[in-house]
Structure formats: structure tokens, C-alpha cells
Antibody
């Protein structure tokens, strides 16, 4: 059974940093692209970033480019999202998701989400 | 950026009835279109990909159709567990974009 366990969210001040993690199990992690998708309170879904199974290729949404860094450790079956220079508009539930196809296509399995709140 | 527009915003349907949800792309996305279901407090769940292929474990009452710019998700006979918000997503162009969602509520 595929499981994705998101963690690392919390309350952070504007300009601060946070690192999200996503622990994967139930599939061959290194064979799949992974992604983060976020959802602001009461809003729809926004794709944030995606990384190839090998880690060799990464895509970012313009809204986070230069501030967020996506990485993965295939030996630990874990995906990371380093978020710097956080803004109020980054407040959202962040979901990691298993991605089908490359370049990134659709999102097959999702974590339960971790909440990031950026506020002073 | 491709804008995905879903209609209606809210659909009121009685259990057992048919529900038809629409998704329009601002330019062609071929058949690179997925549908997701999201219930309150839960993560989205993949229903359909490739515009018309059901994901693993998705009941046959869910069907998708369309190509280019016009897409439809049909739920043939609504069950109580189907009342949720539904999102479409294109994966043909950058960035990957979602529609704003259609809420299917009990009439």
C-alpha cells in the first residue's frame, strides 16, 4: 500500500524558513517523480514543485522560484521542500504527491498534508 | 499560463441522480486532463487521467470525456460518498494548473 507521510509544517514569521518532509513507503521511491501541491485556506489547488525520480530535474512554479528548494533522498525514501523567505501568501496546506509521467503529469497518490502558517 | 475554468461552482443533486461537471481550458491541452475528488479535511484523490481513464479502484459510475478545451466528468448515479469538491487539472503546459473546483452538494 502506497503511503506518503507529510510533516514539518508550523507557524513561522514572514521572512522565515521551514523545511517540509514527505516519507514514502509501499512503492519504489526512486522510480517515481514527486511533487508538492498546496491549498490556501478555503481555496483551490496550486502546483508548487516537482522532481524527477533520480533528482536530476526539478521544476518550480514562478510563485516560489528562488525561494523554495525541492530535493529528495532516495536512500531514505524521503522528499524535502526547503522554504525560505516565506510570505503570508505561502500560508496553505502542503501535500506531497506521487507524480505520473515526466515531465510531470498528474498526481497519483497524496499525503495527508501539513499546514504552513506564515504570520507575525 | 493555461486557465482552467470549471462550471458550475456548485451543483445540487439528489442521491441517485446524474451529475455532469464541466471543465474548460483557455487553450488546447489535448487529452492531458485529470480529475480529482476532495472531501473536507482530506487530501485530493485521483479519479480520472488522460481525460477518460479511470484511476485504480475508482467506481465505474465515474466517467470522463472530452479533448482539446472542453471536458466533462459524469457521475452516473450519485452515492452519499460522492458529495465533495471536484477539481480538473491540465498537464499539457507549464505551469500545471487546476480549475477552481465544483462543489457537489446534496439537494
Amino acid at each position: 500500500e502506497v503511503q506518503l507521510l507529510d510533516s514539518g509544517g508550523g507557524l513561522v514569521q514572514p521572512g522565515g524558513s521551514l523545511r517540509l518532509s514527505c516519507a514514502a513507503s509501499g512503492f519504489t521511491f526512486s522510480s517515481y517523480a514527486m511533487s508538492w501541491v498546496r491549498q490556501a485556506p478555503g481555496k483551490g489547488l496550486e502546483w508548487v514543485s516537482a522532481i524527477h525520480g533520480s533528482g536530476s530535474s526539478i521544476y518550480y512554479a514562478d510563485s516560489v522560484k528562488g525561494r523554495f528548494t525541492l530535493s529528495r533522498d532516495n536512500s531514505k525514501n524521503t522528499l524535502y521542500l526547503q522554504m525560505n523567505s516565506l510570505r503570508a501568501e505561502d500560508t496553505a496546506v502542503y501535500y506531497c504527491a506521487n507524480v505520473q509521467l515526466w515531465p510531470p503529469g498528474y498526481f497519483d497518490y497524496w499525503g495527508q498534508g501539513t499546514t504552513v502558517t506564515v504570520s507575525s | 499560463e493555461i486557465v482552467m475554468t470549471q462550471s458550475p461552482a456548485t451543483l445540487s443533486v439528489s442521491p441517485g441522480e446524474r451529475a455532469t461537471l464541466s471543465c474548460r481550458a483557455s487553450q488546447s491541452v489535448s487529452s492531458d486532463l485529470a480529475w480529482y475528488q476532495q472531501k473536507p479535511g482530506q487530501a485530493p484523490r485521483l479519479l480520472i487521467y488522460g481525460a477518460s481513464t479511470r484511476a485504480t479502484g475508482i467506481p465505474a459510475r465515474f466517467s470522463g470525456s472530452g479533448s482539446g478545451t472542453e471536458f466533462t466528468l459524469t457521475i452516473s448515479s450519485l452515492q452519499s460518498e460522492d458529495f465533495a469538491v471536484y477539481y480538473c487539472q491540465q498537464y499539457n503546459n507549464w505551469p500545471r494548473t487546476f480549475g477552481q473546483g465544483t462543489k457537489v452538494e446534496i439537494k
